[in-house]
């Protein structure tokens, strides 16, 4: 079992920047890099959607096109967490922000079959 926390959500103006990170443990050992990690978020009324993605073999990342080139993640194994940088926000990028891991991964480089969540992070962007 791997505990999933989210932090650095909160209200930032457009334009402005924030840096989520998911911090992972377990009551048992375990290595982060052998897991696929992605961010997903869900705005009130809409369905969750998956932003990014981290591939544990390689770490290659993949985004969707709403993020591409504002978004980076990134993961620190010795740390146990994986962070989302994001850079020109957007009044639409405002959602509860989730992390999610699994060993297993889908096509698009993203946590699939058995997937942990975390319980997700708030982020506003308002002037």
């Known amino acids: 079992q791997v505990q999933l926390v989210e932090s650095g959500g909160g209200l930032v103006q457009p334009g402005g920047s924030l840096r989520l990170s998911c911090a992972a443990s377990?009551?048992?050992?375990?290595?982060?890099?052998?897991?696929?990690f992605g961010w997903f978020r869900q705005a009130p009324g809409k369905e969750r959607e998956q932003i990014s993605c981290?591939?544990?073999?390689?770490?290659?990342?993949s985004y969707s096109e709403s993020v591409k080139g504002r978004f980076t993640i990134s993961r620190d194994n010795a740390k146990k967490t994986v962070y989302l940088q994001m850079n020109s926000l957007e009044p639409e990028d405002t959602a509860v922000y989730y992390c999610?891991?699994?060993?297993?991964?889908?096509?698009?480089?993203?946590?699939?079959?058995?997937?942990?969540w975390g319980q997700g992070t708030q982020v506003t962007v308002a002037s």
């Open positions: 377990s009551s048992s050992a375990f290595a982060l890099d052998n897991f696929n």
């Open positions: 981290i591939y544990s073999t390689d770490d290659r990342t």
């Open positions: 999610a891991a699994s060993l297993y991964s889908d096509g698009n480089l993203c946590p699939a079959g058995s997937t942990y």
